[in-house]
């Protein structure tokens, strides 16, 4: 989950634009005395999206695009740094990954149209719901890489909670994303989540004493991958190499009669081409609506984040857009949820890449969404996905969530928060250690948190009591921003 940012120092003028609303250049509207006529969400549908310009040589902004054959190479790159996003957490949560790659494409076509291709972002499975998805289903006890078919009370949730998120976000696209930002603690909740997941990895690398060493020996070839490749190219997509390394290896010790062999059946008995599986079953209930809630607050600080970073990377003003962000988001979630796939958010690994390769057009995200729906119908390759061992999948699950839990530390120190403050330790430091001891639900009367749900609401109601008269001053400025918003609205 590697959240780049450019090295390039920022001033006052680029922090100050961030907080404006984009200008008609940046919306692609007309100039001239017609500008009028199209300022802000008035502007037609001709307008909508950019009129990318094409640009040969240098560093692509998001009103311009690269040559379509190069369009088409990084538009696989950034599935190929989607390996874990699509992939990896289908497979360890039981969901077909074929029916996974195809929506993911779809969820970024959707949230390309609703953010009028102007926010470069690719939407791909969110680690958020791995713990709440294995809980509710209770997949987690009876895995060997055998189909979850225990979702329907899983989608059912998810579908509330992304009409809940599309509420959110209209009401963000109305009323700015300031107030939010009143709610939100110091960010312990993604840290917990990469915690509170470490078990399961564990358990997965510990079943034989042959797991165990493949699962070092995967876990050792991502991260000399990730640190001595070549290039920066193949360093993001090391999940990827370390998982082709382990089951080479894994393979080969076959070859000598070692170790459990490797299932080939459903790769031979497959076709090659198949259309994706689609799994529309909801069911709701009260219990699981209740656990899957308070990753609404991961997802919402997780969102703001994405955009800020892109925001920094590109120097164009993408907080105007976080409410269609939201929205986009909230889309994604409701296909998942219609679709049996694990729901769609953006995803930090493609704001890397992006950082890397200094290409910023979401155009090139739609060539990206494009490539994933194709992949979707090859069936072999979810055949060669559910084949990967157990022990291999131990070490690449370690790795996955070692970095989903240094992301939250890396936002602690982006936003360089003051642990002498003792408040910060208690609201920073306790949810990470009752999500990461937390291995069972607690279960009140007909609600039932897990560790996450159960850090989630300690990370705000301890944010909320312990930060005293400086949280009155920052509920009164959110008031004022919120306020100062609309009435510029109005004057316009």
């Known amino acids: 989950m590697n959240l780049s940012t450019s090295s390039q120092p920022q001033d006052s003028s680029i922090r100050i634009l961030h907080d404006k609303e984009p200008s008609n250049q940046e919306l692609g509207s007309p ?20 009129h990318y310009t094409y640009q040969p040589i240098g560093a692509v ?23 874990s996003g699509v992939i990896v957490l289908p497979l360890i949560l039981g969901y077909d990954s074929n029916t996974s790659l195809f929506f993911s494409g779809v969820s970024t076509m959707i949230f390309f149209i609703v953010t009028g291709g102007r926010v470069p972002s690719y939407l791909g499975c ?29 989608q059912g949730a998810i579908f509330v909670l992304s009409l809940t998120y599309a509420a959110i976000a209209l009401v963000v696209m109305v009323f700015g994303y300031k107030w939010l930002e009143f709610f939100m603690p110091p960010r ?21 004493p042959f797991d165990t060493y493949m699962a070092i020996a995967t876990a050792c070839a991502i991260m000399l991958i990730s640190v001595y490749a070549p290039t920066n190219a193949l360093r993001r997509i090391a999940l990827l190499l370390g998982t082709m390394t382990g089951y080479f290896i894994h393979a080969m010790c076959n070859l000598k009669g070692i170790g459990p062999s490797i299932d080939y059946s459903e790769i031979v008995s497959n076709p090659w081409i198949r259309a994706p599986s689609v799994y529309f079953s909801l069911k709701f ?12 607050i991961v997802l919402l600080a997780e ?35 219609l679709t049996g796939a694990v729901p769609f958010t953006t995803y930090a690994e493609n ?37 990967i061992p157990q022990g291999v999948l131990g070490g690449v699950t370690i790795i996955l969530y070692t970095l989903i839990a240094i992301t939250g530390v890396r936002i602690w120190v982006v936003n360089k928060v003051d642990f002498n403050d003792t408040r910060n330790i208690f609201v920073g430091g306790l949810p990470v250690i009752l999500a990461t001891v937390m291995q069972t639900p607690l279960q009140v009367s007909n609600f039932q948190l897990d560790g996450i749900g159960v850090a989630t609401f300690g990370s705000i109601i301890l944010y909320q009591v312990l930060k005293g008269y400086d949280g009155l001053s920052m509920y009164r400025k959110s008031i004022q921003s919120t306020f100062n918003k609309n009435k510029a609205r109005e004057i316009v």
């Open 126 to 154: 969110s680690g958020s719901f791995v713990s709440i998805i294995l809980t509710i289903s209770n997949y987690a006890s009876t895995s060997n890489l055998e189909m979850n078919t225990n979702t329907a009370t899983v």
């Open 188 to 208: 312990s909740i993604i840290t917990s989540i990469g915690l509170h997941l470490s078990f399961l990895s564990y358990d997965k690398a510990v079943k034989s």
């Open 61 to 83: 902004q998001i009103e311009e695009r690269p040559s379509w054959l190069y369009c088409i190479a990084y538009g696989i790159q950034h599935v190929l740094a989607m390996f």
């Open 303 to 337: 969102n703001l984040g994405h955009m800020k970073a892109i925001g920094s990377i590109t120097h164009r003003p993408m907080l105007s857009y976080v409410g269609r962000a939201y929205l986009g988001d909230a889309m994604g979630c409701f296909v998942a949820s």
């Open 351 to 387: 704001i890397g890449v992006l950082s890397v390769t200094q290409v910023f057009s979401p155009l090139v995200i739609l060539f990206a969404a494009v490539f994933a729906m194709l992949l979707g119908f090859f069936a072999k390759f979810s055949a060669i996905v559910k084949s």
């Open 285 to 296: 209930d009260s219990s699981s609506i209740g656990m899957v809630m308070p990753i609404l």
């Open 31 to 50: 100039s001239g005395t017609d500008q009028h006529h199209h300022h802000g969400w008035k502007y037609t549908l001709q307008y909508y999206f950019p």
